[in-house]
């Protein structure tokens, strides 16, 4: 039974599986990521596992959580930033860690929960009339979560939006990489460089 549920999921909660946990240990939570609403009210959590994994959870409504994102309403990680910075670009990578990286050097970052192949065109919605740079992981997951994110925000009427493949990043390499051997400079060097995209390439590529 454990195998209809995903990885993150197995062994845990009431998903746990008799005769399985010494193979397979139990996944405990080591980071928590909240993803509020416009008021700053939680809306649901994105939980990091050891061993590494991912899963969602919602606030129950009696002081408990329930297991994934049920019909919660989806939004941007750190949407209140967003919105108490509306004059900023806003660097959309694919991970909260990647947030918090960026965070770290002064720009203003969101991701959207579940990574690449998860975007919504609500999210979208959210950043209009935004300089919106896209900085996707080095791989194809990452440019194709790119180019349908880079879409959708054109479609929504951002007011520009870049996608930039980082020089010298590894494969499955993110921004957060490659933050540790450049500079913010660097990195703001790196956006400037490259022109805007534009919607006819995402329909014709």
Known sequence: MSD???PELRNTGPYRTAGRTADRPARRVVETYDYLDEAGELLYQVCRTDPKGFFQRRPDGRGGWATGLGEVRRVLY?????????AWPVLLVEGERDVHAL????????TAAMGAGNWLDDYARSLRGRRVV?????????????ERAAGSLLVAR???????ELPGLPDKGD???????HTREELIAAI??????????????
């Open 78 to 86: 750190r949407l209140p930033e967003l919105l108490a910075r509306p």
């Open 134 to 146: 896209i900085l996707p992981d080095n791989d194809s997951p990452g440019r194709a979560h790119a």
């Open 175 to 181: 921004v957060r990489d490659w933050l540790a051997t």
């Open 103 to 110: 965070e770290a050097v002064g720009l203003l970052a969101t």
């Open 4 to 6: 209809l549920f995903p």
């Open 192 to 205: 400037r460089a490259v022109p805007e995209f534009r919607l006819l390439a995402a329909v014709t590529s």
């Open 158 to 164: 951002a007011e520009s939006v870049r996608v930039v």
